[in-house]
């Protein structure tokens, strides 16, 4: 039986690793950077237009 905190770690550690093998051939860490902030919710890639 494991714990909640245990699951939620395997949870995330699971959406980091499917972030490197689509994340996978990226050259430049920025890209890689902000591919991580997408798939784990840190960011936002809906388009935002201001008028």
């Given at each position: ?27 430049n860490f ?22």
């Open positions: 039986m494991s714990s909640p905190a245990l699951d939620r770690h395997r949870r995330f550690n699971g959406i980091i690793e499917l972030g490197r093998r689509i994340a996978r051939g990226f050259r920025e890209h890689y950077r902000l591919r991580m902030l997408l798939i784990t919710g840190g960011l936002d890639a809906s388009p935002h237009t201001q008028l």
